[in-house]
């Protein structure tokens, strides 16, 4: 499972919260930081447990740490690993050997790495590429893709609607967008997706250029 945790930015909190997740039969598989703040930190634990009767313990044990609360916790089929999977989608990105297999390599990597609900790439009102679903109508799609980049907080990924990530690919005038409801997406992912999608703005310049 997953569990994201609020704990004060000070030294020695992050080991006190592994310490109880540990006392619950809880094994720590990776640790990533989602968010920092005024004193604050967001942080998501990738944790194996024996079973799920052991999730309501956890839960009371880690909030047992003053001034730590947790946000949520859900079920994944596997786990992400923010490094591992942007390398993943840049490899898969380049080595599409036409724009057409880019868009849909694209919308499908990060539909999995993001463990969304559903991924899509617009371009003026047209739906090039998407991945899960049902996806938003193409008239709500382009709307929000056209508020990006009349807020410059949402276009540089410091915030927007927490069931969704977007990501211009500017050189194409194209929208990557991606849903993910009851699972706020959190600055890091939003650094991340910002990145894949400039890989993928250059590498379909590149193919372009080869036609």
């Known amino acids: 499972m997953l ?3 609020w704990l004060p ?9 592994a310490s109880r997740i540990g006392a619950t039969r809880g094994d720590i598989i990776g640790i990533d930081v989602l968010e920092r703040g005024d004193r604050v930190a967001l942080d998501e634990f990738a944790v194996e ?6 999730m309501p313990m956890m839960v009371r044990e880690i909030e047992e740490v003053d001034g730590v609360s947790v946000e949520e916790v859900r079920v994944v089929g596997h786990f992400p690993d923010a490094r591992l999977d942007a390398l993943e989608s840049a490899a898969r990105i380049c080595e599409s050997a036409t724009v057409a297999e880019l868009h ?7 539909d999995e790495e993001f463990l969304a609900d559903w991924c899509g790439l617009v371009l003026d009102g047209r ?3 998407e991945s899960g679903g049902p996806l938003p109508s193409p008239a709500l799609l382009d709307a929000l893709a056209a508020g990006t980049s009349a807020s410059p907080l949402v276009a540089g990924g410091s915030t927007g609607p927490d069931d969704l990530a977007l990501a211009p690919l500017p050189v194409h005038k194209a ?3 991606v849903g993910r409801e009851g699972h706020p997406f959190r600055r890091r992912e939003r650094a991340q997706l910002l990145a894949v999608a400039r890989v993928a703005d250059r590498a379909w310049t ?5 036609a």
């Open 3 to 5: 569990v994201r945790v």
């Open 9 to 17: 930015d000070r030294p020695g909190a992050l080991g006190l919260v």
């Open 49 to 54: 447990v024996a079973g799920m009767d052991h």
């Open 104 to 110: 849909q390599a694209l919308v499908a990597h990060t």
């Open 127 to 129: 739906v090039l590429a």
């Open 175 to 177: 929208t990557l967008l």
């Open 206 to 210: 590149l193919l372009a250029n080869q």
